[in-house]
């Protein structure tokens, strides 16, 4: 190793520290990087938290509106749809759309049906109800034209529904056969002239 003749700079007696040095660190040095760190923690939490909602539609950004606004996830809203047909459910129970309408004092008799359709639909979870009361009403002389569940299992009132106004007197006769009195005026099955609910109420 290649050694250097004695100078001036060897006999330096600063401390036993010889030559360039760093100088002292300053206080407080650990709190500002403390303080970089949480900054910048803050920031990528924020932009993560952004995304994520634009990602589920939660916050919408509208042209000309010059910032964002919160849009609610999801809607709902219930309309009357309910249907009958042969071997199928009826997927609602009738809502708002539906009208009480005073009944006659007497029905028809089954002579009057005509071409009138007639389904059974069964809103208890007693199961066979709708053919039970399906075989009464054909005893009586009516014509079913077919049978089913009314997709709801809460019915606690047997009620027959139907459409025109002219079916109001077949409506109350049909009622009568089954021992009650509910008759409805109703859209909310559209695939029969009169639909028959069978409730907890109805004995067999």
Request: hydrophobic letters at 40%; charged letters at 10%.
């Amino acid at each position: 190793m290649t050694r250097f003749p004695r100078d001036r700079f060897d006999d330096v007696a600063d401390g036993p520290r010889v030559g360039a040095h760093r100088g002292a660190a300053r206080r407080g040095g650990g709190w500002i990087v403390f303080a970089w760190a949480a900054l910048a923690t803050g920031v990528l939490v924020g932009v993560g938290v952004l995304v994520l909602a634009l990602v589920n539609g939660s916050v919408q950004f509208n042209e000309g509106s010059g910032g964002a606004t919160s849009a609610p996830s999801s809607s709902a809203t219930s309309t009357p749809s309910g249907s009958a047909s042969a071997g199928s459910d009826a997927s609602e129970q009738p809502g708002g759309t539906a009208t009480e309408t005073p009944a006659p004092a007497a029905g028809a008799s089954p002579s009057d049906q005509g071409a009138t359709t007639l389904v059974v639909l069964n809103g208890t979870s007693t199961t066979g109800l709708a053919a039970n009361a399906a075989t009464k009403l054909g005893t009586a002389g009516w014509t079913v034209t077919s049978t089913g569940d009314a997709g709801t299992t809460g019915s606690t009132q047997t009620v027959v529904y139907y459409q025109q106004e002219s079916q109001a007197a077949l409506a109350q006769g049909i009622a009568q056969s089954l021992g009650t009195s509910a008759v409805q005026q109703s859209a909310a099955f559209p695939n029969a002239d009169v639909s028959v609910v069978l409730g907890s109420d109805y004995a067999g």
